[in-house]
């Protein structure tokens, strides 16, 4: 039997909940084996747990209590057919270089049990992003992204 709506939310705020607890471990621990990472805008590869891990191990140490928060105003979207959930979002951070905050739209794909996410795709402001890291790789002396 397919993941019922219920389900759905459940594991999107557990993906929710997974992040905001900032450890590669737990970020990673709601993500099926499979699971693919997308960024968008833009053209980088999808990225997969390994890859994804890779990335976080030397972000986390650099941008601190990361949060992501859900905007009021926008309610998830949940096709239980696709078994997908859109989720509008915010994040806050601290970092050596100021505050970091970002907004970000993310369609994640739940697996078939609806216990996982076997698809991830982050629409962020890249060009901020990018523009953030740089300053902090400069700042910090470490390459990030």
Known sequence: MPPSRSQLIATA???????????????LSIRSPSCKHHVLPG??????????????EGVIPVIRKFGM???????????VEA??????????????VGPYGNEYFFVITVSENG????????????????EFLGKLSRE???TLG
């Open 13 to 27: 705020n557990a993906f929710i909940a997974a992040y905001n607890k900032w450890t590669v471990p737990d970020v």
């Open 69 to 79: 928060h859900f905007v009021d105003t926008t309610p998830m979207v949940v096709d």
């Open 83 to 96: 078994r997908r959930v859109v989720m509008h979002l915010t994040s806050t951070a601290e970092t050596d």
């Open 43 to 56: 053209n980088n590869p999808p990225r997969n747990n390994q890859e994804f891990g890779e990335f976080l």
């Open 115 to 130: 216990e996982r996410v076997d698809e991830i795709v982050e629409f962020l402001d890249t060009a901020y992003t990018a």
């Open 140 to 142: 910090t002396g470490q």
